[in-house]
């Protein structure tokens, strides 16, 4: 089956500290997948895709075949990343798969 | 940003009611997108159209029904067959499926029952 697991429903830093947001995937062929981001009163929107191999916002994420994985990552929080992470699959490039989603605190 | 359309903000149904929810987009996108999300289960996908007049039911279509007559606009109709019709609704566009275009949102409407 095709799914997504975001396995920490809150995480909180202070700012300053490394984040780590966890995503792992169920699949058989050859991934896509996708950060999505809500901040507080705006639209979800794409934070950024494994296939651009690009940073956005400080965050990166790099695909894991081995370990199924798709891990976000910033070095340094900043209280503006406080927000709704999604993990997102694209089985074969027409839907989503969503995973649960993670809530980012950042502390001052 | 006006992309994505979705009317109204909130909507309430009695029972045995169908209702209606709107979505309309002004980016030329060929392909849309209709999603469920409740607290806790994320977004899943109820039903979306990769071209004008045609659709696909996604994994929780039983309940709803939509139409795709014009390529701007994608409405969902939530039936009195849905039985847990209560949770929030996003519709989404990308400019093509296939591709994996990103996925534009619009700010959601949220149904719940009198």
């Known amino acids: 089956a095709q799914r997504v697991t975001q396995p920490e429903k809150l995480l909180s830093v202070f700012k300053g500290a490394p984040v780590e947001l966890k995503c792992n995937y169920s699949?058989?062929?050859?991934?896509?997948l996708f950060w999505y981001v809500q901040y507080s009163r705006q639209r979800l929107q794409l934070l950024l895709r494994?296939?651009s191999r690009e940073s956005i916002k400080g965050f990166t994420a790099d695909l894991n075949k081995g370990e199924t994985s798709f891990h976000l990552k910033k070095p340094f929080a900043q209280e503006e990343d406080s927000a709704m992470y999604y993990c997102a699959l694209s089985p074969l490039g027409d839907k989503l798969i969503f995973g649960t989603g993670t809530r980012l605190q950042v502390f001052p | 940003d006006g992309g994505i359309t979705q009317s109204p903000k909130y909507l309430f149904r009695k029972e045995g009611q169908n209702v209606t929810l709107s979505c309309e987009q002004n980016?030329?996108?060929?392909?849309m997108y209709w999603y469920r999300q409740d607290p806790g289960q994320g977004l899943r996908l109820i039903y979306y159209s990769q071209i004008v007049n045609d659709f696909q039911k996604g994994d929780i279509a039983e309940g709803y029904s939509v139409s795709r007559e014009k390529k701007e606009s994608f409405p969902l109709t939530v039936t009195s067959a849905q039985k847990n019709p209560t949770a929030f609704y996003l519709c989404?566009?990308?400019?093509?499926?296939?591709?994996?275009?990103?996925?534009?949102f619009g700010d959601g409407t949220r149904l719940s029952i009198l």
């Open positions: 494994h296939i």
């Open positions: 980016l030329n996108h060929d392909a």
């Open positions: 989404a566009s990308s400019s093509r499926t296939g591709s994996n275009q990103p996925q534009h």
């Open positions: 699949y058989s062929g050859s991934p896509e």
